[in-house]
Structures are given as C-alpha cells and as structure tokens.
C-alpha cells in the first residue's frame, strides 16, 4: 500500500473507529446477556451506530482499504444487523436467511480458500492413486484392512464387482445411511474447519492424507479395469460429499489466514471474525454431508445403472456450484 493510501486510511479510521467501538461494546453486551438487558437509551444508539458502520463499510470498500478493515466492519455490520433485526425472525425466517444468502455468501467469501483445499485433495487423490498402481502394498499404509471391508488389492474382479453393483434391500440401505452419519469423511470435514486455527497446517496434511485414501482405493478398481463402475459408484454422493470437505477445508484455511496475517487487529479479534464467516460454511457444509448420507445410504445401493450413477452426481455437483455462484447475488455482486 502506498504511503499516500496508508495515511487515508489512517484517517478514515480515527475519525471512525470509535462509533465502531461504542457499536461493538453495545452489540457484545446484547448477545451476552440479551438486547432486552440494555438501558433504552443505549438501545436506540444501536440503528444509529449500524448506520454508521454501514456508511464506513461503502466508503472502505470505495476507496480500497485494506482486507483487514473490511472484513472487521463486514463482520461488525453482520453482528449488528442480527442484533437489530435477528430478533424479529422465526426459526423459519432465519433458515431461510441462512440458506438463500448466509451460506452461499460465506462460500463466495472463501473461495480461494477452497480453492486450495480442493488442489490438496486431488492432489493427494492422484498421489495414492499412483503409489498404489505402482507398489500395491503402499494400500496399506492408508487403509487397514478392517476400514478397506474388503476391497483390497488381493480381492478378485468378481468380489471387487459385487461391492459395487450388488443390489441391496431397502433395510440393508437404511442401515448404511445410519453408518455413513458418523463415517470418516464427517469426521474429516469437522477436523479440517477446527485445526484451521493452528496456522492451517494440519489442515494441508490431513487434505493430503484423505486424498491419498480415496486415490489408494480408486487405483484398487483400476487395477481389476473396473475404473469407470467405480467412480459411477462414487460420484453418485461423492460430488457432495467431497464438496463438503472441500468447504470445510477451506473454512480452516479461511480461520488460519486470520491467525497468519491479522493485519491491524490482534490476532484473537482476527480469529474471532474470521470464525464466524467460517461457521456459516461449516454449519452449510454439515447440511450438504446429510444430502450426502441419503444419496449414499439410498441412491447409491439401491441405483444400479452406472450412467444414472453419473448423472445423479454431475446433477449435484451442477446444483450445488450454481447455488454457490448464483444464491443471494445482489446487483453489485455481493
């Protein structure tokens, strides 16, 4: 930044910040303890204030301040629209908000974040895929045994086909759905948002990790040319299901760029900011690995035609990226 644009910005924010203060003291105390709490006349400072910070918000993002400052008035002034108007909303009114415009906007927000998320998985899909093509004893060094249920790399065609187009019951597929809400991947996605906060690193490795998992087992199939029945087999909740993770992924990277680079703010406050736009993907995420349950528990055992399997995943994975790009898109792009 230029010492020209450093002084602006020095300026806009003495003349400022204090309004911004007095609105986050006032916005803390309500939540804490309740809007109801607080004396009337500190009650109708807050529209003011709100006023205030939204008129700072449009002049910072005019003029192009840095990130830091927009994204601690962004924060600010969604905390204080919750605590002016949150209120007023039924629990049906608030789901609404969330899925037509909190979730997808914090989506939008991090989306380089996921970016990167998503290129470690990969990553770590097409590592394992080719560690194991080459050396099939690597499997075991990401999958046991009991995990693989047998699909390893000493099972033969037939035992590797049955597991992927065997047709299943109605009870049989239930039962699936049930495992499938506490499997490894739920817990993945959950540990990728929560070790954000130790600088993102362990987020990379466990991306990494998760990839080369998938990839050991992808390379299992491709070994007995069942590649195509496989990813069929896959897609058909995994477009979800890895999204999701990929999310979650980015959410941590999201919380560990707060704790990296908190610009101004102390890196507390930048975690704290950064965690509630974070949280909003996260909560959005743990809906779309419910989606996922059912396409996985129901769909995927009891579809059997391959090409259907597809479809139904390329038509996720089409809904949820243009839910993403397109949900609660103002005109200014917001």
């Not at 099939?136 to 086909?161: C, H, K, N, Q, V």
Request: proline share 2%; hydrophobic share 50%.
């Amino acid at each position: 930044m230029a010492s020209g644009d450093l002084i602006k910005s020095y300026r806009f924010r003495a003349e400022r910040e204090q309004n911004w203060r007095d609105l986050e003291g006032l916005i803390e105390r309500a939540e804490k303890r309740g809007l109801r709490s607080l004396p009337p006349e500190e009650i109708l400072r807050i529209p003011t204030l709100y006023r205030a910070c939204m008129s700072s918000l449009s002049v910072a993002r005019s003029i192009s301040l840095d990130a830091n400052l927009l994204d601690y008035l962004e924060g600010l002034a969604t905390r204080a629209y919750f605590t002016i108007y949150g209120v007023r909303a039924g629990l049906g009114g608030m789901l609404g908000k969330f899925f037509a415009l909190d979730f997808p906007a914090a989506v939008r927000k991090t989306r380089l974040h996921s970016s990167a998320s998503a290129f470690l998985l990969f990553l770590g899909i097409a590592a394992g895929w080719s560690i194991t093509a080459s050396n099939p004893d690597w499997f075991y060094a990401f999958i046991s045994a009991d995990m693989a249920g047998g699909r390893t790399p000493e099972a033969t065609r037939a035992e590797l086909e049955a597991t992927i187009f065997e047709a299943v019951s109605w009870h049989d597929a239930l039962i699936t759905f049930a495992a499938f809400l506490f499997s490894n991947n739920a817990g993945v996605a959950m540990l990728c948002f929560a070790l954000g906060a130790i600088f993102g690193i362990p987020v990379v490795l466990l991306l990494l990790f998760n990839g080369m998992l998938l990839g050991a087992m992808c390379a299992v199939f491709a070994g007995q040319d069942l590649t195509v029945g496989f990813l069929g087999w896959l897609s058909i909740h995994g477009t979800t299901e890895l999204l999701a993770i990929i999310l979650c992924g980015g959410a941590g990277f999201y919380l560990g760029g707060g704790i990296i680079s908190p610009g101004r703010r102390s890196r507390l406050a930048a975690l704290a900011d950064r965690g509630r736009t974070a949280a909003v993907v996260v909560m959005g995420a743990v809906v779309m690995l419910f989606v996922a349950a059912i396409l996985e528990g129901l769909g995927r055992q009891l579809i059997q035609e391959t090409w259907l399997r597809f479809a139904i995943g390329g038509v996720m994975l089409t809904f949820w990226l243009t839910y993403f790009a397109r949900s609660g898109v103002d005109r200014g792009g917001n």
